[in-house]
């Protein structure tokens, strides 16, 4: 809140921003060590934070000023080829925000648009700048790590713990996404978070049971929200695990465990299933997609915000027109007839000078702004598909894979496998499994050279720490299954489970290396046995 207060005072940005970043920090730091009680861990969670703040202020600041460096990976505008969404959620949150703040609605929000939502309110509420969203993502990051710390303490100590967290703070690609506008952060900041809440369960009392299985039932609402498939291994796995307690609690006769345990399948489940029933059209999924940009696009005009106006023409256009060169010249001559039609509009003179009139007044049809020739192919029409249709497919290994192999990656690889039934998939699964991990390798042969080409000596680097991650894991594994046995093999299970699905339907190398943290963080968790290794050898060689 008081945050919230601070953005809103008449300071310059550059005030506001930093005194922004210097509260979280403190927050971050103070709740830390109060959380966490170690000096080690609470100098983790801010170090790495620290690191994640210089990195997105030079990444930003570089493509901001297209400075002479990396030229090839900038886009412009703050942002870079390795994160091209990053450009689309702030230009589509500015416009937002706008609309909101005029009471028009939201515009359409292409793809799952509950992120670009979060990214819109805080736009709305602290100014449209990248920074406010990044810092906020890397605070979570850190809190990431806290609860990183805390469970790897609970299963391997306040040594194995530190270890976990440092695994958590600086693994590479994560500090890398971490400082774009990207849902990975929050991403595994949930996945965390569910596993904490379902550790403090296990042993927890009937109240304080009742209040952890809501955190892991808010956790898994919003994980659906934003990556329904992580959802789903997540689902799989603790369904799994519950199954096996109900049935050996009722072997046993302890009724009461099983009864905890189902209520939790239950409380999850309906979960789930609120997820479904969240309206697309109060998130940005009008039904009239056209008709909200174009609506934003003449107030816009109207203030003489003639690039945001510009903008919401181009998503306008992008329901007629599939090429990016159609698109860009359908949206320029859309707006230049729409300033004609406003009275040379763009300076904000059109809004003002007659009141009483809504922009709406001077409207020019649809089929006068994009017309059908042009010589511009027609973009296919859309089918519309809702929450419920989206996790029916993901069981269609075959359809996913073929949808993104269409997607057109450069760093696509087996692009020639067909998985047609049951067989096929099982015979490929170690491949898919092996790729899911460890892909990209120095001997990867890819269909061809993409943007990004220049970060595959990273990946290939990066696969080479998740080979040595499963080493020690399988080292340490069987012991962390005999201290915490239902969160260890909660882990390994969805680890597993969402490995499998990955690298069955997911050919693209790029989206592989970002999509694979959501298994590969939660498996640092298990990683912490050397540090009890080592403790142990010292005492015994003190002894």
Avoid at 333 to 341: D, P, S, T, Y
Wanted: proline share 5%; charged share 15%.
């Amino acid at each position: 809140m008081a945050l919230v207060v601070l953005a809103a005072l008449p300071l310059p940005r550059g005030v506001s921003l930093a005194l922004f970043w210097l509260g979280g920090m403190t927050a971050l730091g103070a709740g830390s060590f109060l959380a966490a009680g170690d000096r080690v861990a609470t100098a983790v969670v801010v170090a790495s934070a620290l690191l994640r703040s210089a990195l997105a202020v030079a990444l930003y600041e570089v493509s901001a000023r297209a400075l002479p460096l990396f030229g090839p990976l900038q886009i412009g505008g703050g942002f870079w080829v390795f994160s091209p969404d990053s450009a689309y959620f702030h230009e589509y949150a500015r416009g937002a925000a706008v609309a909101l703040r005029a009471g028009l609605g939201l515009p359409f929000v292409s793809g799952s648009p509950d992120y670009p939502l979060l990214v819109t309110l805080a736009y709305r509420c602290f100014g449209p700048h990248p920074y406010y969203v990044i810092f906020s993502q890397i605070w979570t990051a850190g809190a990431s790590v806290l609860l990183a710390f805390l469970l790897g303490r609970a299963l391997w100590g306040a040594g194995g713990g530190r270890l976990v967290a440092v695994l958590v703070a600086f693994w590479p690609s994560l500090v890398l996404w971490s400082t774009q506008l990207l849902k990975d952060a929050p991403m595994i900041f949930l996945i965390i978070a569910f596993l904490f809440g379902f550790h403090r369960f296990q042993g927890a009392r009937r109240a304080a049971a009742l209040g952890w299985g809501a955190e892991q039932a808010l956790a898994l609402f919003l994980i659906f929200r934003l990556r329904f498939y992580v959802g789903v291994a997540l689902v799989l796995a603790i369904g799994l695990a519950a199954a096996v307690k109900v049935l050996v609690g009722l072997a046993r006769g302890a009724r009461s465990e099983a009864a905890r345990s189902a209520s939790l399948v239950v409380g999850l489940a309906a979960a789930v299933l609120l997820s479904g029933l969240v309206n697309p059209e109060w998130l940005g999924k009008p039904r009239d997609r056209e008709e909200s940009h174009l609506r934003l696009a003449r107030y816009m005009l109207s203030i003489g915000d003639v690039d945001g106006a510009y903008w919401q023409l181009r998503g306008a256009a992008s329901v007629h027109y599939e090429s990016n060169e159609a698109i860009n010249a359908a949206a320029r001559r859309a707006l230049e007839q729409l300033r004609r039609q406003m009275g040379g509009g763009g300076d904000g003179s059109a809004a003002s000078a007659a009141p009483g009139h809504s922009v709406d007044e001077t409207r020019p049809a649809t089929s006068t702004l994009f017309p059908a020739a042009d010589g511009a192919r027609p973009a296919r029409p859309e089918t519309s598909s809702t929450f419920w249709d989206a996790l029916g497919s993901i069981f269609s290994i075959r359809k996913q894979r073929s949808a993104l192999l269409e997607y057109g990656g450069a760093s696509n690889i087996d692009a020639d496998v067909e998985l047609r039934d049951t067989l096929s998939v099982v015979r490929y699964l170690p491949t898919a499994l092996f790729n899911a991990a460890l892909t990209p390798t120095p001997f990867t042969r890819f269909s061809g050279a993409g943007a990004t080409g220049a970060l595959r000596a990273l990946s290939t680097a990066e696969a080479g720490l998740i080979a040595a991650l499963l080493v020690v894991v399988a080292w340490g594994g069987p012991r962390a299954v005999r201290r915490e046995p239902a969160l260890a093999a909660c882990i390994l299970a969805y680890s597993l489970v969402l490995a499998s699905a990955l690298g069955l339907t997911v050919p693209t190398v790029g989206l592989l290396v970002r999509f694979r943290l959501a298994f590969v963080l939660p498996l640092c968790l298990l990683a912490g046995h050397p540090a009890t290794w080592w403790e142990s050898t010292r005492f015994r060689s003190r002894a």
